[in-house]
């Protein structure tokens, strides 16, 4: 059995051997002839008009295909090379239209940075004005000096020698701008406070009309000389509606003699505010009174000489005068 494999394997190998070497020679062969076609010389002549002088030169095919080859990759190279040229002229014309546009972009957002530079500068002493009025600091100008953590991305250190100055004015102004802002912060407390204030306190008219009599001594409406009038007198039709000007607990609400139908409303801080000559009071004592609610009507009830309030204001019991709380009113 070994035998016949030997003997198998033998057969196929020197079977392949023929196969290689017969292909090989007709390889050689056909290598042989391109060869010698190749080494063919050709005859190339130049023949003048006159005939004089024939130049003939011999040259081979192999030569003809290779500088045939070496011209097609000279011209396939310069095309690509002109293209490639045209199509970097192309990019480098947009790449300079576009700089042109930064360019100008550039110029103009220098100058919106120096304006509105000049327009923080000039805002500035107005608020300082309001910080010494929302923190009662004559020291307004140290806003501007206070420590803010540094937003600068320190890789860019190395380049603050080379950065243009408005980068400078930038970063100038954000810190002006951070000042700002917590300033503005401030000034919103106080004002929310102020407003708080003026809330709780009389800040409004407590009826449309006209003023008849202000807060003071004056001649006395009745022929008896001068009298100290504690309040102010605001005439209107009779059934006016007389508002609270501040909100509030009723004291009273009834016949005060002179005052005729009257009412006395407490408020924080120590203020109190009588509403006198009513000819109908709709609240009751201890009631709660939110500002504008309307308490009573104008009427001409006790001493009055016509339909009118009569308005006063009282801190810590004293009267005080009213207008400076309702005079931006009138």
Not at 127 to 148: H, K, M, R
């Amino acid at each position: 059995m070994k035998v016949r494999i030997k003997i198998f394997k033998s057969n196929i190998e020197r079977k392949l051997k023929e196969k290689y070497y017969l292909k090989k020679k007709q390889w050689l062969k056909k290598w042989d002839k391109v060869l010698e076609h190749g080494h063919e010389k050709m005859t190339i002549m130049f023949i003048p008009h006159n005939e004089h002088k024939i130049f003939n030169f011999q040259i081979s095919r192999f030569t003809i295909l290779f500088f045939t080859t070496l011209m097609v990759i000279v011209l396939v190279t310069s095309s690509y090379a002109i293209i490639k040229n045209t199509t970097v002229k192309r990019e480098e014309e947009r790449l300079l239209s576009n700089y042109k546009d930064i360019r100008s972009q550039i110029i103009r957002f220098e100058q919106l940075t120096n304006e509105l530079d000049q327009e923080l500068d000039e805002i500035k002493p107005d608020i300082e004005d309001l910080y010494e009025l929302a923190t009662n600091n004559n020291n307004s100008t140290s806003i501007w000096e206070s420590s803010i953590v540094s937003t600068e991305d320190p890789s860019m250190r190395q380049y603050s020698a080379i950065l243009p100055s408005d980068i400078k004015i930038l970063r100038g102004m954000q810190k002006d701008l951070l000042c700002t802002t917590n300033t503005v912060k401030t000034i919103k407390n106080f004002i929310d406070v102020r407003n708080k204030v003026i809330y709780d306190t009389p800040s409004i008219i407590p009826n449309p009309g006209h003023i008849t009599s202000l807060f003071g001594w004056r001649r006395s409406p009745f022929g008896f000389g001068r009298d100290f009038h504690a309040g102010i007198d605001i005439a209107a039709p009779q059934g006016t509606e007389i508002c609270a000007t501040a909100p509030g607990i009723v004291i009273s609400s009834s016949w005060g003699g002179g005052y005729g139908y009257m009412v006395r409303i407490q408020h924080k801080y120590g203020y109190e505010t009588i509403y006198g000559h009513c000819s109908k009071i709709i609240v009751f004592p201890g009631q709660t009174i939110k500002k504008g609610q309307v308490i009573a009507y104008v009427g001409q009830t006790g001493s009055a000489t016509g339909s009118h309030c009569h308005y006063e204001i009282r801190l810590g019991g004293v009267p005080i005068n009213p207008y400076p709380y309702m005079s931006k009113m009138w």
